[in-house]
């Protein structure tokens, strides 16, 4: 009896580990790259996208924040903030150049 209760538990365990991923949903904060010569990638599709036309110009480090659902917020080279429409945020502008890596954040 005590073999069939462990398999059974064996086997619920397994199921749930392969059935329950399969409900998550990924979280699309960071789905969206922009970097370079107003050059971006986006990750929110399932496929990889390569986006042009961002407001930046980014030779070091960069930072892009984007919503639950993959939608971009807002993206800065360290000097500027621009929102999703790819115009400067208000008070974003002249910030200085805070970001001096040589990775994106």
Same mark, same amino acid.
Request: charged fraction near 10%; glycine fraction near 10%; charge should be neutral.
């Given at each position: 009896?005590?073999?069939?209760?462990?398999?059974?538990?064996?086997?619920?365990?397994?199921?749930?580990?392969?059935?329950?991923?399969?409900?998550?949903?990924?979280?699309?904060?960071?789905?969206?790259?922009?970097?370079?010569?107003?050059?971006?990638?986006?990750?929110?599709?399932?496929?990889?996208?390569?986006?042009?036309?961002?407001?930046?110009?980014? @030779?070091?480090?960069?930072?892009? !924040?984007? +919503? /639950?659902?993959? $939608? *971009?917020?807002? @993206?800065?080279?360290?000097?500027? !903030?621009? +929102? /999703?429409?790819? $115009? *400067?945020?208000?008070?974003?502008?002249?910030?200085?150049?805070?970001?001096?890596?040589?990775?994106?954040?």
């Amino acid at each position: 009896m005590n073999h069939i209760y462990k398999g059974t538990l064996l086997f619920l365990a397994c199921l749930a580990s392969n059935v329950l991923p399969a409900r998550a949903q990924a979280q699309k904060e960071v789905s969206n790259w922009y970097f370079g010569n107003q050059a971006g990638v986006s990750f929110a599709a399932p496929t990889p996208v390569a986006t042009t036309g961002a407001g930046m110009t980014s @030779y070091e480090g960069s930072a892009c !924040i984007s +919503d /639950a659902a993959g $939608q *971009v917020l807002m @993206y800065s080279n360290g000097e500027q !903030i621009w +929102d /999703a429409s790819h $115009q *400067v945020m208000p008070n974003g502008n002249s910030l200085g150049d805070i970001i001096r890596l040589r990775r994106p954040l």
